[in-house]
Antibody, heavy 125, light 106 residues
Framework: EVQLLESGGGLVQPGGSLRLSCVASGFTFTDYAMNWVRQAPGKGLEWVSGFSGRGTNTYYADSVKGRVTISRDNSKNTLYLQMHSLRAEDTAIYYC??????????????????WGQGTLVTVSS | IQMTQSPSTLSASVGDRVTITCRAS??????LAWYQQKPGKAPKLLIH???SLPSGVPSRFSGSGSGTEFTLTISSLQPDDFATYYC?????????FGQGTKVEIK
């Protein structure tokens, strides 16, 4: 059974930083791209960033480009999202989501078949 | 690619046939998924490749369409189906979602 467990959320002041983690189990981690998807309170879903299964292909939504860095440690089956210069509009539940593609180049990015329970990030003074 | 769902809210009764529409701002071929989300829970995959049901998804759910227009149909609404539904295109690495359709009890 696939399990994704996020952690690292919390309250942070505007301009602050935070690192989210997602520990994966139940599948071969390196076979799949991994993503972060967020949901602001009462709003819809927004893809934030993705990291390919093998190699180092990474992509970001325009709304976070330059302020966040996605990374993964395949030896620990863990995905990370380092966030800097946080703004009030970054307040959201951040979900870790397993891709059904491997993320090879610009292709191989598909839909999400497993999601974590989410971790809440609140940016407020 | 912008995804637009209609309606935003839908009121229906148990047993009703329900249809939700999703339109893409440009063709996404059949690279379209649907998710169901209940309050306080993560989204759950319902349909991929516009019309394919993953194992475990009830057959009352069906999807159709290609290019820029897609539909999600629930043939006979059940109490467990009251939730918010999102479409998502995966024609490119920059995946985008529709704004959601909330299915409420009439």
């Amino acid at each position: 059974e696939v399990q994704l467990l996020e952690s690292g959320g919390g309250l942070v002041q505007p301009g602050g930083s935070l690192r989210l983690s997602c520990v994966a189990s139940g599948f071969t981690f390196t076979d799949y791209a991994m993503n972060w998807v967020r949901q602001a309170p009462g709003k819809g879903l927004e893809w934030v960033s993705g990291f390919s299964g093998r190699g180092t292909n990474t992509y970001y939504a325009d709304s976070v480009k330059g302020r966040v860095t996605i990374s993964r440690d395949n030896s620990k089956n863990t995905l990370y999202l380092q966030m800097h210069s946080l703004r009030a509009e970054d307040t959201a539940i951040y979900y870790c989501a397993k891709d059904t593609g491997s993320g090879v180049g610009a292709l191989g990015w598909y839909y999400f078949d497993s999601w974590g329970q989410g971790t809440l990030v609140t940016v407020s003074s | 690619i912008q995804m637009t769902q209609s309606p935003s809210t839908l009121s229906a009764s148990v047993g009703d046939r329900v249809t939700i529409t999703c339109r893409a701002s440009q063709s996404v071929s059949n690279w379209l998924a649907w998710y169901q989300q209940k309050p306080g829970k993560a989204p759950k995959l319902l349909i991929h490749k516009a019309s394919s049901l993953p194992s475990g998804v009830p057959s009352r759910f069906s999807g159709s369409g290609s290019g820029t227009e897609f539909t999600l149909t629930i043939s006979s609404l059940q109490p467990d189906d009251f939730a918010t539904y999102y479409c998502q295109q995966y024609n490119s690495y920059s995946r985008t979602f529709g704004q959601g359709t909330k299915v409420e009890i009439k």
